[in-house]
């Protein structure tokens, strides 16, 4: 199905893919384009550069918010366009090379988009520790570091618009998945707090702007994780195991809970290890993990 093209603001365009409902970003000005976690099929991959072609354009970069593998795709479909990212990215793909392979290899096989291979996964080709800037014509964007969904997290902010793309944060459709730590994702959210954001896109879900939309988003994600933090570590307090621990918060509410049905246990345990829990194995989103497939 070919996915639409929708102008979010002068300069700003998404596209959402039939898979996972994950969005790409086409920020264009002057015949000057930047690509955000461009994917996730080859035929979506074609659009979107015929799509930057059609407005006359030339990609100078790819923006990737962070390291997992459904926001990897586009360079190897596009090569030889410099690869922006921050510079924990380097590390959390050394850490888990093998495991973003394999789940690539799992999807290409899943979906038969093409013959699993060795992926090569981006190099970057400028990283940044806490911000970059980003020149459209007329517009500066801000690439900002936003650890807690990952360690290697970011986001893009432009002011004039007020137009935040979010990564893997503030989704109508997935609960906050803490795959760094609370507590930076935490401060993450404190910081978006004071920020003019008039147009949100997350990484998966519905773009809005609807300010109402926009605030309850944030203060959602919030509030559910304050509620886990302080459900587990009361529970730790009280000397709980980690099962007991799990069992105790697993009522929280969040968006979504028939479709990511591990996604809350594991935030659970990560507190657990967080505020000082012991457990045996591996636990939490350490563990070996791939996203449920959804049919285009």
Not at 86 to 100: C, M, P, Q, S, T
Not at 214 to 236: N, P, T, W
Request: aromatic share 8%.
């Amino acid at each position: 199905m070919d996915a639409p093209f929708r102008q979010l603001t002068p300069y700003a365009w998404v596209a959402q893919s039939c898979i996972y409902a994950t969005n790409s970003g086409i920020l264009i000005g002057n015949g000057k384009a930047y690509l955000v976690d461009p994917g996730i099929t080859p035929a979506e991959l074609e659009r979107i550069a015929a799509f930057v072609a059609t407005r006359q354009a030339v990609i100078r970069g790819i923006v990737l918010t962070h390291a997992h593998w459904d926001h990897l795709l586009g360079p190897a479909k596009l090569p030889g366009i410099p690869v922006i990212a921050h510079a924990e990215y380097a590390a959390v793909v050394a850490a888990h090379h093998d495991d973003l392979v394999r789940q690539i290899a799992a999807w290409q096989l899943g979906e038969r988009t093409e013959c699993p291979d060795v992926y090569a996964l981006p190099s970057p080709d400028m990283t940044f520790d806490d911000h970059i800037h980003i020149h459209l014509p007329g517009y500066c964007l801000s690439a900002i570091a936003a650890p807690g969904h990952a360690p290697d997290a970011l986001v893009l902010y432009e002011p004039v618009a007020g137009f935040l793309w979010a990564g893997d944060m503030l989704s109508d459709v997935e609960v906050p998945m803490v795959m760094d730590t609370f507590h930076h994702y935490r401060q993450t959210l404190e910081q978006l707090v004071h920020l003019d954001i008039r147009v949100l896109v997350p990484g998966h879900g519905a773009a809005t702007a609807d300010g109402t939309e926009i605030r309850a988003r944030i203060e959602h994600d919030r509030a559910y994780l304050a509620s886990v933090e302080k459900c587990v570590a009361s529970a730790v307090d009280q000397g709980a195991s980690l099962s007991e621990t799990v069992a105790r918060c697993g009522n929280i509410g969040f968006v979504q809970p028939d479709n990511y049905p591990n996604a809350h246990r594991w935030n659970i345990e990560q507190a657990y290890l967080e505020v000082g829990g012991s457990a045996s194995g591996t636990i939490g989103w350490a563990q070996d993990w791939l996203v449920e497939e959804m049919e285009c």
